[in-house]
């Protein structure tokens, strides 16, 4: 049983538009969400995260919207360029779950010039 | 600061064989996390240590995986006898606290069971 979706397993954005990454989860204890980028051949780098408190996190040209209602978040990027071109991956985590992550299968992010 | 570090980048043995992994975390973390991602799915929790002791060991798949974290510095992940199906990159992430604190994770290990 997946706990966190993305259903989408590729996107693909001009250079300078908007990215829009989507996650949906299912566990309703999850408090925290986070964002990782993944290049091929490393590790994820961890990008931008949001607690349940919150429905809007900002970072630079990353934004994360969380409505819980909905258990939904979405990632945007803007503008987007083409370094951007990585797998995200959403996660999520609950406290007292000892900040152990459940993942996204991904989506993979290609900006075209 | 050195990051996450993971050894060997990369293994490729016979089915049987043994394998052990090692993952040096950033120091000053007492959070230490297996994670797992076979054939390009997404990445799965394996297991969980504060310090030296193991926290939370559910994801562990069998009992033909045993972790260690001798003196609560690097951590080891040993896999005996591997099987095909335990191929995947593994990765390591610490973290410094356990309540909404963000995992840095290493680059991996590809382990490739033949």
């Known amino acids: 049983d997946q706990q966190v979706k993305q259903n989408s397993p590729s996107l693909s954005v001009q250079e300078g538009r908007i990215s829009i990454l989507n996650c949906d989860y299912t566990?309703?204890?999850?408090?925290?969400f986070l964002w990782y980028k993944k290049y091929p051949a490393e590790g994820p780098t961890f990008l931008i995260s949001?607690?349940?408190?919150?429905d809007k996190n900002e970072d630079g040209r990353f934004t994360v919207f969380l409505n819980k209602s909905a258990k939904h978040l979405s990632l945007h990027i803007v503008p987007s360029q083409p370094g951007d071109s990585a797998v995200y991956f959403c996660a999520a985590t609950f406290t007292g779950g000892g900040n152990k992550l459940t993942f996204g299968t991904g989506t993979q992010l290609k900006v075209e010039l | 600061e050195a990051g996450v570090t993971q050894f060997p980048s990369h293994s490729v043995i016979e089915k049987g064989q043994t394998v052990t992994l090692r993952c040096d975390p950033i120091s000053g973390h007492d959070n230490l996390y297996w994670y797992r991602r076979v054939m390009g799915k997404e990445i799965k929790f394996l297991l969980h240590?504060?310090?030296?002791?193991?926290?939370?060991e559910s994801g562990m798949p069998n009992n033909r995986f045993l972790a260690e974290r001798t003196g609560g510095t690097y951590s080891t992940l040993k896999v005996q006898p591997a099987e095909l199906e335990d191929s995947g990159v593994y990765f390591c992430?610490?973290?410094?606290?356990?309540?909404?604190?963000?995992?840095?994770f290493g680059p991996g290990t590809r382990l490739l069971v033949l």
């Open positions: 992430a610490s973290s410094q606290r356990t309540v909404q604190e963000t995992q840095y």
């Open positions: 240590f504060v310090k030296e002791s193991k926290q939370d």
């Open positions: 566990n309703s204890m999850f408090d925290y």
């Open positions: 949001i607690s349940s408190i919150k």
